[in-house]
């Protein structure tokens, strides 16, 4: 077919033609598919999208992530870090003195940092959230180091609050969370997402922002609020403490009793663990949901809002999680990315393989266990 050929094709001639297409492709090839689909700005069943606004060459692209790389690179292996200057000091007194250090950025380690959050914008502002996530998951994860005798590291918020960098924390959170979703399968963004508000700088966020932040509609967002509300609903009811409606209270434990008690009666009984897919024992068992899961009522139990009936449910859990983590710490048997599928047939075929959130949840769930 000629390009003039396809010219003269109708709108309902091109769509037949790529419906087609999509049926013959392998799984692999439809998610590169709608990758390109995506990147021409085309929303399928969204009348209100707009074409795509693409400023930056993938060569460019490519060119920035190698250079952003080479500085990340030198940071995490020291080879760049801050120069220190470190004293007491005794304006209060005596005998209140404070030991002070104060940081020295004399090898540009500030303005490689600030170049990284500004090309990470750009990558959101043009659509390409897998480099802009890559760039946000290193820098609130980063520790650069000092020359202090004392092996003293500094993250992004110290580099922000030693006016090292000067960037709005509050945004860079916010564009942090946006990429995030729009990268991660709906079954994995809620406790991923979760796991950020460990650090200051997300937990005066309000998450409905995030919604706003980026260029793109967010999509699918009913499932994510329900795995949020699973995930935070503990969160929450500590935040309102003594101000909440006690009405309104009833009716949220309520609902999460209910839901751990149908949780209760879906664990696979020889493993401790859930499937992957809920409702069917024939589909594998799974690490990291379970994990989750079993951190959930872990605290609950601590907390009250469940008594001690459902521990033997978690003790179960748990020794299914620590048979799945290898002599050297890999968590295994963690579901390698959940995309969406059509039919449950589609999730018990996604492979199986060690994940950074499934080493996340079971520590997190290894650390409700001590506590209780």
């Known amino acids: 077919m000629t390009e003039e050929d396809i010219k003269n094709l109708s709108k309902k001639e091109l769509q037949d033609i790529i419906f087609k297409v999509q049926k013959l492709l392998s799984d692999k090839q439809k998610k590169e598919f709608q990758k390109i689909v995506k990147e021409a700005g085309i929303q399928p069943g969204n009348k209100k999208s707009q074409a795509a606004l693409v400023r930056m060459s993938y060569d460019f692209v490519n060119e920035k992530m190698i250079q952003i790389q080479n500085w990340k690179d030198q940071i995490d292996e020291g080879e760049l870090y801050l120069d220190t200057e470190e004293y007491e000091d005794y304006s209060s007194g005596y005998w209140e ?18 170049s990284m959050i ?40 110290m580099l922000e609050e030693n006016n090292l960098i000067h960037t709005d924390m509050k945004h860079l959170a916010l564009l942090t969370l946006y990429a995030d979703y729009q990268v991660l399968p709906a079954k994995e963004r809620a406790r991923d997402i979760y796991l950020y508000f460990s650090s200051s700088a997300f937990t005066k966020l309000h998450l409905e922002e995030m919604f706003h932040v980026g260029r793109e509609e967010l999509e699918e967002t009913e499932q994510f609020w329900e795995d949020w509300f699973t995930l935070g609903i503990l969160d929450y009811i500590d935040m309102f403490e003594g101000t909440m409606n006690a009405g309104l209270k009833t009716f949220i434990i309520d609902t999460y009793k209910a839901q751990v008690e149908k949780l209760k009666e879906l664990q696979d009984l020889k493993t401790g663990l859930w499937h992957t897919v809920l409702t069917d024992p024939d589909s594998y068992v799974e690490t ?8 959930g009522i872990l605290k609950e139990i601590l907390c009250g809002i469940l008594d001690d009936s459902y521990l033997p449910c978690a003790v179960k859990a748990i020794r299914g999680i620590l048979d799945r983590i ?17 039919d449950a047939e589609h999730y018990k075929n996604i492979l199986i393989a060690p994940m950074t959130y499934g080493q996340s949840l079971t520590i997190l769930a290894l650390a409700e266990a001590l506590n209780v």
Do not use: H, P
């Open 97 to 114: 003195a404070d030991w002070i250090t104060e940081y020295y950025d004399n090898q540009g380690i500030g303005d490689k940092i600030m």
């Open 118 to 157: 500004r090309f990470a914008e750009d990558c959101v502002d043009d659509r390409r959230y897998q480099e802009a996530n890559e760039i946000y998951e290193w820098l609130w994860q980063m520790s650069v180091s000092t020359d202090s005798e004392y092996e003293d590291y500094v993250d992004l918020e």
């Open 288 to 295: 990291s949901g379970t994990a989750a899961i079993t951190a």
């Open 326 to 342: 290898d002599s050297d710490g890999t968590v295994l048997e963690v579901s390698g990315g959940t995309g969406m599928g059509m």
